[in-house]
């Protein structure tokens, strides 16, 4: 069975100051996954997405994403944090799968940005 | 890109009731549906996965009496919560896909509150 672990419950960072949010994951093949970004009360946003191809994926707002194999980790990153940042964040990975594209998502990792 | 519409955005009804939640598809044709539930600051688990036209299948513990889906059309599924109980308040969230749509992009979410 597929899971994801973010190790980190709360993360607080200045503003400007780079980030890294981590993530692993357990699957049996390569897996596809995603970084969400959930404002309160909000829906999920797709930040982005790893499929196959080039391990360093770019997204929106500024983020990356590394794939590593060998670590089986997809950790999120910025160089420079914004205010508007502050969110939760959830990784999540799902079977490659057209038409069965459930998602088993992390606990979630809530990122405070201090001025 | 593809987009999920969800509505209501959040309801409250008292105990007892019940509440039908629609997920749209707007700019593709959506074979197949995942519908998720969030509590207060967790993470997101999947409750059932419905494709167009035939029954929705549900993960192991969620009740398919008490969580009624239907996709009856490829462009909308519908969630009702019959009987609604407190312990049934919750964040609720679709997403969709078909065609060249994977199920990657979320609707909104419904913030359910049952008094």
């Known amino acids: 069975a597929q899971s994801v672990t973010q190790p980190d419950i709360h993360i607080t960072v200045s503003e400007g100051a780079s980030l890294e949010l981590r993530c692993n994951y357990s699957?049996?093949?390569?897996?596809?996954l995603f970084w969400y970004v959930q404002s309160p009360g909000q829906g999920l946003q797709l930040l982005l997405k790893?499929?196959?191809?080039?391990?360093l994926v770019q997204g929106i707002k500024g983020f990356e994403a590394e794939f590593k194999r060998s670590q089986s980790s997809f950790n999120l990153r910025k160089p420079s944090v914004h205010w508007s940042d502050a969110a939760e964040y959830f990784c999540?990975?799902?079977?490659?799968?057209?038409?069965?594209?459930?998602?088993?998502f992390g606990t979630g990792t809530r990122l405070t940005i201090i001025p | 890109g593809a987009v999920v519409s969800q509505h209501p955005s959040w309801v409250i009804c008292k105990s007892g009731t019940s509440v039908k939640i629609e997920c749209r598809s707007l700019?593709?044709?959506?074979?197949?549906m995942f519908w998720y539930r969030q509590f207060p600051k967790q993470s997101l688990m999947l409750m059932a996965t419905?494709?167009?036209?035939?029954?929705?299948?549900?993960e192991q513990g969620v009740e398919k009496d008490k969580f009624l889906i239907n996709h009856a059309s490829l462009t909308l599924s519908t969630l009702t919560v019959t009987s609604a109980h407190p312990e049934d308040s919750s964040f609720y969230i679709c997403?969709?896909?078909?065609?060249?749509?994977?199920?990657?992009?979320f609707g909104s979410g419904t913030r359910l509150t049952v008094v």
């Open positions: 997403s969709a896909s078909g065609g060249e749509n994977y199920g990657y992009t």
């Open positions: 699957y049996g093949a390569t897996p596809y």
């Open positions: 790893y499929f196959s191809g080039d391990t």
């Open positions: 999540a990975v799902g079977a490659p799968n057209f038409g069965n594209e459930k998602l088993t």
């Open positions: 700019d593709f044709q959506a074979t197949t």
């Open positions: 419905s494709n167009e036209g035939s029954k929705a299948t549900y």
